[in-house]
């Protein structure tokens, strides 16, 4: 006879927004099956940069990126660990002109919300941040921002979803589940069942097939950045620091490393499982980075590296409840920002699953918002191969 594991709630995927959602369910009392395909936390949530930065965000994303932040900097009590996670603050620099007009806006975005972003120019900047180029005349400084070890992030979050009764399943992926009259059945490719009256979809990159299933397609693809880490260095680079047309993102980690991110955006294999990094990248990366921050001219890359990370089409998350499958919510398409904002988004969401109103205010992110001549983001042009 095939046992059946019953819980309140289902999570399918352990990256953050699936941990996240999981423990703020199971810390209001619900009995919670998280599973994981893989191992906790080893996809997207563990290969991104680790920027907790709150301007140069999309307008739209502020409030959840501000009650994010607040939740990381309770991340210690919230999970009873750490990740390393340091505020530097967040340097913000325009390359050229069309990256200065576009940091300006970017500043009056983050006042008019609240974040402190201080615009910097000329000898202000270079005698505060002198390890810039010259030839860069304009950005701004976010103290609050911070970094975390991504690849520390996940598993803390799911121990502490454990300790207050959610089982956690790693290694189990899901072949498809069905509705039934109490809810739903899950199946797993080895033939194992679980059934609960929630269902959670927070399968990151490859949540489009769950959502499909649910006859809620989405136009959703994989892609990841470049990155590469050097050698360690003598510690110079404070701040996390990023460029505002987004070829350069850095930042030096406390053993002296510097870790660099980048666009263009490589699409992943068409199997989903993998993101080449073309040599090529890495080399033009490296060369940026010298250009922006000449100090760097003779650091020796030790590794590189991509993530499989899904996209969809206005750059922003799917966050809600299913439009066609009563007891079915959605979390999923982070975009290369979900780091971020995560722990939100699996707060507001555990809220809706529990039919109570979110801390933050989600309906700008249902999946139905996907129709002809819906908002298409000039990142997607902008920062991807095509």
């Keep these: 006879m095939n046992l059946r594991l019953k819980?309140?709630?289902i999570v399918i995927g352990g990256g953050l927004f699936g941990a996240f959602t999981g423990l703020f369910l199971a810390r209001a009392g619900l009995s919670v099956t998280l599973l994981e395909k893989g191992q906790i936390g080893a996809q997207a949530s563990a290969t991104n940069f680790g920027n907790l930065r709150l301007?140069?965000?999309s307008a739209r994303q502020y409030p959840l990126s501000i009650r994010a932040?607040?939740?990381?900097?309770?991340?210690?009590?919230l999970t009873g660990e750490g990740c390393e996670i340091e505020r530097t603050g967040h340097l913000y620099f325009a390359h050229g002109q069309r990256g200065e007009i576009q940091l300006r806006k970017d500043v009056e975005t983050a006042t008019r919300f609240g974040v402190e972003s201080l615009l910097l120019e000329g000898d202000t900047l270079h005698a505060r941040f002198g390890f810039l180029s010259r030839h860069i005349r304009l950005a701004a400084f976010s103290p609050r921002s911070a970094v975390a070890n991504p690849r520390l992030s996940t598993p803390p979050v799911t121990r502490a979803l454990a300790r207050v009764g959610g089982t956690v399943i790693e290694g189990c992926e899901v072949a498809g589940f069905d509705s039934t009259a109490t809810g739903f059945a899950v199946t797993s490719a080895d033939g194992r069942c679980f059934e609960a009256p929630r269902l959670v979809n927070a399968a990151g990159a490859w949540a489009g097939k769950l959502a499909q299933q649910a006859g809620?397609?989405?136009?959703?693809?994989?892609?990841?950045p470049p990155q590469f880490v050097t050698e360690?260095?003598?510690?110079r680079l404070h701040p996390s620091v990023h460029m505002v047309e987004g070829d350069v993102i850095v930042r030096q980690i406390p053993r002296g490393n510097i870790i660099f991110s980048g666009y263009p955006r490589t699409r992943s294999l068409p199997s989903g499982e993998f993101?080449?990094?073309p040599p090529a990248k890495t080399l033009r990366g490296m060369r940026t980075l010298v250009e922006c921050i000449p100090m760097l001219a003779r650091a020796e890359i030790i590794r590189v590296w991509s993530g499989v990370e899904g996209y969809l089409p206005d750059m922003l998350p799917v966050i809600g409840a299913s439009t066609t499958t009563p007891g079915l919510f959605h979390a999923f398409g982070g975009s290369g920002g979900g780091f971020q904002i995560a722990p939100a988004v699996g707060e507001c969401l555990a809220a809706l699953v529990r039919g109570e109103a979110s801390k933050v205010d989600i309906s700008g992110y249902g999946i139905d918002r996907f129709t002809e001549g819906s908002e298409v983001s000039e990142k997607i042009h902008l920062e991807f191969d095509q």
């Excluded at 607040?70 to 009590?77: H, P, R, T």
């Excluded at 809620?216 to 990841?224: I, K």
């Excluded at 360690?232 to 510690?235: A, D, E, K, N, S």
């Design 275 to 277: 993101t080449y990094v």
């Design 55 to 57: 301007h140069g965000r």
């Design 216 to 224: 809620e397609p989405v136009p959703m693809f994989s892609a990841g």
């Design 69 to 77: 932040q607040q939740l990381w900097e309770a991340y210690g009590s």
């Design 7 to 9: 819980s309140d709630v």
């Design 232 to 235: 360690p260095l003598p510690h």
